[in-house]
């Protein structure tokens, strides 16, 4: 095909919009309204994944050693349990620097009942232990009985119920976002593959006078293709553009109303959510334009 | 040339549209296919451009064989046919000149040529003051010009008019009859189907005359034979 039949075909597919130009603003208004509804969702969806990250960070495994084990012996096993697949991170807190700071804590503070009461023994002398967070919570259970069946280790302290509530809580959510994605993308696909085939009906005439008086599949298609894609792109950028502008309101919104809660409800910044939204978007919009177009095109042709 | 050899129609609800139809069209002749509603000649019309391919028999046109074109070949035949139809068939939202014009961009006529070659067409059928009119703007004559100018554009080997003065004044007729003769004698072989006795009678052309699918006559300067 040459170059200026190629140009002439993109140039058909932008006048098509004006042309039809209530039909274009249809189908910009639904792939619109499904992105947005998309986008609100994507973005719940990746800061309700990042606070239960958070939360798994924070479910931690306490491990405490036999009394009268060497150093050397702790640091064995530590050794062992920094390999395990469920281990996120690992601190060893001694039993000098737990004195050191759980000490202070005692008696309000006062330091006199302090040296009164221990002098310079550290009551916590047998507590040096190991903090470890997994990366995974659902893992945690398998990790203390591993952990219980170690040599030397005296007590593993977790918190079982807190484990298990997130560990739920996530693959709730998860379950929960694939369904309503799919529902969202198998209602945008509706209803943008319905205002589609009305434009189409309306022009069947068209592209029937076409065929018959000798233009091929591709000079046919094509203008409806560019067009498909120029209304999927506007309909993406569209809901993308607004989305970018809520989503920093709704956050400052959201931490002046709730700032009581913003010790553990943090929100992901803008650009991490929008790296990836932004593409998604576009490519969902430019997806469903060609595919709406050819598609529909193509029952058309066979005149 | 065109030949229609043993052709027949039956759609898939039974009815029999043509019933072993065989006719010859020579290179450069002008034929009235006549008959009356349910004849026969809109299916015949519909075969010529290959909108339908025939239950039996075969289909020539300059020495193709329907039966033998792929569907992505079916392009290059209908490029060769010009074709008139009845209610105009006209692109609604594109101008008079853009209506012609699309018929060479469809064939990647370069554009300085259709800058040069449209305008002249529309002179010929008398439309050169109108080329930015839309079709809503233009009376039944000038859209059936229009559509003539289109299917003339691309210098057709053979031109197929439909009715093509079924919408129109006897005035109006006449003018595109003689624009339709003007072009058989630059040598475009003519097929006009036509309901119109008037015109059949005074132009002494061939007449091939259908009646419920089957030829009932074919004469050479003939005129329009009632059925009954």
């Avoid at chain 1, 991490?272 to 334009?289: K, S």
Wanted: include cysteine.
């Amino acid at each position: 095909m040459k170059i200026s039949t190629l140009w002439y075909c993109f140039q058909q597919g932008l006048k098509n919009i004006k042309r039809n130009l209530l039909f274009s603003l249809a189908s910009v208004g639904t792939i619109v309204a499904c992105l947005f509804l998309f986008g609100i969702f994507y973005a719940i969806v990746m800061n309700f994944d990042a606070i239960m990250q958070q939360m798994e960070e924070s479910v931690a495994v306490t491990v405490f050693f036999d009394e009268g084990i060497s150093e050397e012996q702790i640091k064995a096993i530590g050794e062992e349990i920094r390999i395990r697949p469920e281990v996120n991170t690992m601190d060893y807190m001694s039993a000098e620097d737990a004195w050191e700071y759980f000490g202070p804590q005692l008696f309000d503070g006062n330091q006199e009942m302090i040296q009164a009461a221990f002098g310079s023994d550290n009551p916590l002398k047998d507590h040096a232990s190991y903090n470890i967070t997994v990366s995974d919570v659902s893992k945690q259970a398998e990790l203390v009985k591993f952990l219980e069946g170690l040599d030397g280790v005296r007590k593993v302290k977790s918190s079982e119920g807190t484990a298990k509530s997130v560990a739920s809580i996530n693959s709730l959510v998860g379950y929960a976002s694939i369904g309503v994605i799919v529902i969202l993308l198998l209602v945008s696909i509706f209803l943008i593959s319905n205002t589609i085939t009305i434009g189409i009906t309306i022009r069947k005439e068209e592209i029937s006078i076409m065929k018959l008086i000798g233009a091929t599949d591709f000079f046919v298609r094509t203008p409806f293709i560019v067009e498909g894609i120029t209304i999927g792109l506007a309909g993406s950028i569209i809901p993308c553009v607004i989305l970018f502008f809520m989503y920093g309101m709704v956050v400052d919104f959201l931490s002046n109303t709730f700032s009581d809660l913003m010790s553990w409800l943090t929100f992901l910044p803008r650009g991490e959510v929008f790296n990836t939204l932004i593409p998604i978007c576009l490519l969902i919009g430019i997806g469903i334009g060609f595919v709406g177009s050819v598609v529909t095109t193509r029952k058309h042709l066979k005149v | 040339m065109l030949v229609l050899d043993h052709v027949t129609m039956k759609y898939p609800t039974g009815t029999t549209a043509l019933n072993d139809v065989s006719i010859t069209i020579e290179k450069g002749e002008f034929v009235f296919i006549v008959g009356s509603s349910g004849s026969g000649k809109t299916t015949l019309m519909k075969l010529l451009l290959k909108e339908l391919d025939p239950t039996s028999g075969s289909i020539q046109i300059n020495g193709k064989d329907y039966a033998k074109v792929k569907r992505k070949d079916i392009p290059k035949i209908r490029r060769d046919i010009g074709v008139v139809f009845q209610n105009f068939r006209l692109l609604k939202d594109r101008n008079v000149y853009e209506n012609v014009a699309f018929a060479q961009r469809i064939v990647e006529t370069p554009p300085r040529y259709i800058r040069r070659q449209v305008p002249s067409m529309l002179t010929l059928v008398g439309l050169g003051d109108k080329y930015k009119s839309y079709p809503k703007e233009l009376s039944g004559g000038e859209q059936q010009r229009v559509a003539l100018a289109r299917a003339l554009v691309n210098n057709p080997s053979i031109l197929l008019a439909d009715e093509p003065t079924g919408n129109l004044d006897p005035k109006n007729s006449w003018d595109i009859m003689n624009l339709l003769e003007e072009v058989n004698k630059r040598g475009t072989t003519v097929v006009v189907v036509t309901h119109n006795r008037e015109i059949v009678n005074a132009m002494k052309k061939r007449v091939v005359t259908l009646k419920k699918g089957t030829i009932v006559s074919d004469v050479k300067k003939g005129g329009y034979i009632d059925e009954d």
